[in-house]
Nanobody, 118 residues
Framework: QVHVVESGGGLVQAGGSLRLSCSASGTLIGAKTMAWYRQAPGKQRELVASIVNSATASYSDFVKGRFTISRLYAKNTLFLQMSSLQPEDTGAYYC????????????WGQGTQVTVSS
């Protein structure tokens, strides 16, 4: 069973930076896609950024130029460097690891809270 754990959340002032980390353990198989989602109170969960295999990254418009997703493919480890944070970036950030062989399916972590104060 794949176990996904996020870390790195916290409280930061507007304009500040945070780096989130995610590890998907329990398998030696590399996830095809890993992604960050976020959910603000009272809102639906939304995609922040994703990366396929070890190279192809994509971002939602609201984080382009501010956030950078990166990955250690061999270790199923994912990062999200967040800069120029704004209060609207506040929410729980979730990591998702998608496997298409072996432990097929999408696996989610419990989330890490990011709070940006104005």
């Amino acid at each position: 069973q794949v176990h996904v754990v996020e870390s790195g959340g916290g409280l930061v002032q507007a304009g500040g930076s945070l780096r989130l980390s995610c590890s998907a353990s329990g398998t030696l198989i590399g996830a095809k896609t890993m992604a960050w989602y976020r959910q603000a109170p009272g809102k639906q969960r939304e995609l922040v950024a994703s990366i396929v295999n070890s190279a192809t990254a994509s971002y939602s418009d609201f984080v382009k130029g501010r956030f950078t997703i990166s990955r250690l493919y061999a270790k199923n480890t994912l990062f999200l460097q967040m800069s120029s944070l704004q209060p609207e970036d506040t929410g729980a950030y979730y990591c998702m690891a998608q496997f298409i062989v072996g432990p097929r399916g999408d696996f989610w972590g419990q989330g890490t809270q990011v709070t940006v104060s104005s």
